[in-house]
């Protein structure tokens, strides 16, 4: 009997032109996902949110990555790091959510670590004749920052971010997405499968139906240009017009010329980073599996510092925000009925519309890391 892996394998193999939707099993089979998390989420880089949520010394933020609890923050001297979010002495996790904090406080029983993640103290522990302070430092993790982005991984091995993000970085380089500042962030928890909302962002496809109480009126289908995905990545785009003007390029912004002043990407990152990046405003998603049936998302989004200066800016980026509360109810609705329909005995992928390109390439990448795994297993 054929295993999800093996029914993937089969499903790719065809060309884009003859493409399906990835079968059913993909989405609901536990060990399917048990593969993901080993292959992709333990292997690859996973984004943590902004840098400038991170601002000043002490500013935390607290994830869990393939299973691992992982603590990025900003040290006293300035630098970002990612640690272990699980204490030296009797294992219990450290900080939660996020915040701001001088020192690192076990509250289980109060062993205290420095910003850089070395034991400051620990109490009642001076009768023990093997234990040394020096010892108990908290495992540091890989972090990296590029383009205001900050990235994890739990391998020691894979390639630095900016050399696989190099395409992208090229190709959006006059949106200046470093100086682009976060005003929100939320976490939620939706009852689908992480792929589908990974999916339901890569195609505008749904936008005209899906949104139709929202922003589905303003997509134009023959406006969108999905090409060919990449080994990292994925995209596509779409023009907006001045409807929403801070979906614009500002008017002080000279780096941006002609249709790319209201070009707005649909950028997916693999494997779980989705940007919304206007020359205005962006917004993003962070998705990690929390089991087959749900995903952890990490919501959050802000404005180009090119509209910091302008007295409406913030009125103009609360309606935004509404929208986007708006258009996440809907998302939502999508995708959780995806979710239900895939566990139907009756559900067989169907034929994929050439707006669905993304969705394609995305296949091919989940492909490619499951069978890595499987190789390795034999």
Request: aromatic share 10%; hydrophobic share 35%; proline share 5%.
């Amino acid at each position: 009997m054929k295993d999800a892996a093996d029914e993937l394998l089969e499903n790719v193999a065809l060309p884009f032109e003859q493409a399906r939707a990835m079968p059913p099993s993909v989405y609901t089979s536990e060990a399917f996902l048990a593969r993901e998390i080993s292959a992709i989420f333990a292997q690859d880089w996973f984004c943590a949110g902004r840098a400038d949520a991170l601002a000043k010394p002490g500013d935390y933020i607290s994830l869990d990555l393939a299973d691992q609890p992982i603590i990025v923050l900003r040290d006293k001297d300035g630098a970002l790091r990612a640690m272990s979010n699980v204490c030296r002495h009797r294992m219990s996790t450290l900080l939660e959510g996020r915040g701001n904090t001088r020192s690192i406080v076990c509250p289980y029983h109060a062993w205290t670590y420095n910003l850089d993640g070395s034991l400051r103290g620990a109490p009642a522990m001076d009768q023990n004749k093997g234990f040394c302070k020096s010892d108990y430092s908290l495992p540091t993790i890989r972090c990296e920052e590029w383009l205001g982005w900050v990235f994890v991984t739990l391998n020691p091995d894979i390639p630095p971010v900016a050399q696989q993000l190099a395409k992208v970085e090229d190709m959006v380089s006059d949106y200046d997405m470093t100086n682009y500042t976060e005003t929100f962030f939320e976490t939620h928890v939706w009852d689908t499968n992480w792929k589908v909302l990974a999916e339901n962002f890569m195609e505008s496809y749904h936008l005209p139906v899906c949104h139709a109480g929202t922003i589905g009126g303003l997509s134009k289908l023959d406006e969108m240009i999905c090409p060919p995905g990449e080994e990292t990545f994925n995209y596509h785009t779409i023009l907006k017009d001045d409807s929403l003007r801070i979906a614009m390029a500002h008017p002080s912004n000279t780096r941006m010329e002609g249709e790319r002043r209201r070009t707005t990407f649909l950028l997916a990152i693999y494997p779980s980073l989705l940007i919304t990046l206007t020359p205005g405003y962006f917004w993003y998603l962070s998705l990690h599996p929390q089991g087959v049936g749900q995903v952890r998302i990490g919501f959050g989004g802000g404005m180009s510092d090119d509209y910091a200066g302008d007295e409406d800016a913030q009125a103009n980026f609360e309606r935004l925000k509404a929208l986007l509360d708006d258009v996440n109810v809907e998302d939502r609705g999508c995708t959780e009925k995806v979710y239900r329909g895939l566990r139907s005995q009756a559900a067989a992928p169907g034929h994929l519309s050439h707006l669905e390109r993304p969705n394609y390439d995305f296949a091919q990448y989940i492909n490619a890391r499951v069978q890595g795994e499987v190789d390795k297993r034999g």
